[in-house]
């Protein structure tokens, strides 16, 4: 088995690419090691000493590291963690993985599916080629919350693409949406 690396707009984050799907369908964040009890896959990589995320793709892996830790140091454990699931036979997740957005209710259902189908098409396969993922988390009176994973989560970039890439597409297609704003899950 050969994993490709790519780095992101993220220096804390690296892609793994196992050249096989990983989830295939969906995505799964694992901010912390405490939040891996679903996936055997984000246990196995949380086991190297100093990664401080994982975050599941269709056909990827994001791994953050923490910032006291260097990734020639960290790299060959992740790859080596990786490799070793995928050879093992063990599944990726137990369950299902989510399919991203939050549900909404309300007046505003329509709104709401114009933002997540903009979203769906136009931002998320950009972000997923830097190992991210953003999803919608709500609408307020103009003002769309996004939920920003993986390599999209801490990255020093991530404020510009919201305002500057996604906000403006939102506005320019929706005339309701007025702001966007990230949250924290």
Same mark, same amino acid.
């Given at each position: 088995?050969?994993?490709?690396?790519?780095?992101? /707009?993220?220096?804390?984050? #690296?892609?793994?690419? /196992?050249?096989?799907?990983? !989830?295939?369908?969906?995505?799964?964040?694992?901010?912390?090691?405490?939040?891996?009890?679903?996936? /055997?896959?984000?246990?196995?990589?949380?086991?190297?000493?100093?990664?401080? +995320?994982?975050?599941?793709?269709?056909?990827?892996?994001?791994?953050?590291?923490?910032?006291?830790?260097?990734?020639?140091?960290?790299?060959?454990?992740? !790859?080596?963690?990786?490799?070793?699931?995928?050879?093992?036979?063990?599944?990726?997740?137990?369950?299902?993985?989510?399919?991203?957005?939050?549900?909404?209710?309300?007046?505003?259902?329509?709104?709401?599916?114009?933002?997540?189908?903009?979203?769906?098409?136009?931002?998320?396969?950009?972000?997923?080629?830097?190992?991210?993922?953003?999803?919608?988390?709500?609408?307020?009176?103009?003002?769309?919350? #996004?939920?920003?994973?993986?390599?999209?989560? +801490?990255?020093?970039?991530?404020? !510009?693409? #919201?305002?500057?890439?996604?906000?403006? #597409?939102?506005?320019?297609?929706?005339?309701?949406?007025?702001?966007?704003?990230?949250?924290?899950?």
């Amino acid at each position: 088995m050969f994993i490709q690396t790519e780095s992101t /707009p993220n220096p804390a984050t #690296l892609k793994f690419l /196992p050249g096989q799907s990983v !989830l295939g369908v969906g995505t799964a964040d694992f901010p912390t090691a405490d939040t891996a009890d679903k996936s /055997p896959l984000a246990r196995r990589i949380f086991s190297v000493e100093g990664v401080t +995320g994982v975050f599941l793709g269709s056909d990827f892996v994001t791994v953050t590291k923490g910032e006291a830790v260097e990734w020639d140091h960290v790299k060959p454990a992740i !790859l080596g963690a990786i490799m070793e699931h995928f050879q093992s036979g063990a599944p990726v997740m137990e369950g299902e993985a989510s399919s991203g957005h939050a549900m909404h209710d309300g007046e505003d259902g329509e709104i709401v599916g114009q933002i997540k189908e903009l979203l769906d098409t136009r931002v998320r396969p950009a972000v997923a080629q830097d190992g991210g993922d953003i999803t919608f988390h709500g609408f307020d009176k103009g003002v769309v919350y #996004l939920h920003m994973q993986g390599a999209c989560a +801490g990255c020093p970039s991530s404020t !510009l693409t #919201l305002k500057m890439g996604i906000e403006n #597409l939102l506005r320019h297609y929706i005339p309701e949406v007025t702001e966007v704003r990230p949250v924290a899950v």
